[in-house]
């Protein structure tokens, strides 16, 4: 079992729909979870952390955390196809800052 | 400010020959990183550096060295190139867990 899982898509949704993003981690003492966006051919971009159950929002993107089930998810309100792209979960198990990766998840917008 | 930064863009090398990407970073971020992805196996960490002055192998570290110069630049050196390190890699740094993303290293081995 991988320690970061996520779907590898692509996943498909049409312009203006609600893009869902789930990632799922195996180390339940993990205490701080990221979401990178990565375009094609270029570098991962950090969007969304969150470090305590429940949601964060920030404008049209929601991070969800439930350390009980040990899933942490990405919501995309109204997606833009400028949203397609890669989306990458990393989680934080200990105190030296290291991250874990999952694989990634294609998310398509299709206008 | 430019962020993280890393020479060069691009690379082909022979099997055997030797180089060194460069990463510097201006957010007087302590740790700094150098990952590799390939296609469908996401990030792969080398090798780290916490601090100026430290450096910790990562989940793949073989046929690579850095070198932590100072807080602003982490260099990493394949010593004899293979194939099977055709990759992009991708230098990063961080305040805490946080970590930011040089723009890549595209890596062609011959």
């Known amino acids: 079992q991988k320690e970061v899982e996520q779907n590898s898509g692509p996943l498909s949704v049409p312009e203006g729909a609600i893009a869902s993003l789930n990632c799922t981690y195996s180390?339940?003492?993990?205490?701080?979870f990221f979401w990178y966006r990565q375009y094609s051919g270029k570098s991962p971009e950090l969007i969304m952390s969150?470090?305590s159950n429940g949601d964060k929002e920030d404008g049209r993107f929601t991070a969800q955390l439930n350390k009980a089930s040990q899933y942490v998810s990405l919501l995309i309100r109204d997606s833009q196809p400028s949203d397609s792209a890669t989306y990458l979960c990393?989680?934080?198990?200990?105190?030296?800052?290291?991250?874990?990766w999952g694989a990634g998840t294609k998310l398509i917008i299709k206008p | 400010n430019a962020g993280v930064t890393q020479t060069p863009k691009f690379q082909v090398l022979k099997t055997g020959q030797s180089m060194t990407l460069q990463c510097a970073q201006d957010?007087?971020?302590?740790?700094m990183y150098w990952y590799r992805q390939d296609p469908g196996m996401g990030l792969r960490l080398i090798y780290y550096?916490?601090?100026?002055?430290?450096?910790d192998k990562g989940e793949v570290p073989n046929g690579y060295n850095v070198s932590r110069l100072n807080k602003r630049e982490f260099s990493l050196r394949l010593e004899s190139a293979a194939p099977s390190q055709t990759s992009v890699y991708f230098c990063?740094?961080?305040?805490?867990?946080?970590?930011?993303f040089g723009p890549g290293t595209r890596l062609t081995v011959l």
């Open positions: 550096s916490a601090s100026e002055g430290t450096t």
């Open positions: 969150i470090y």
């Open positions: 990063a740094s961080s305040y805490l867990d946080e970590q930011f």
């Open positions: 990393a989680v934080n198990r200990d105190s030296n800052y290291q991250l874990i």
């Open positions: 180390d339940r003492v993990s205490q701080s």
């Open positions: 957010m007087n971020h302590n740790s």
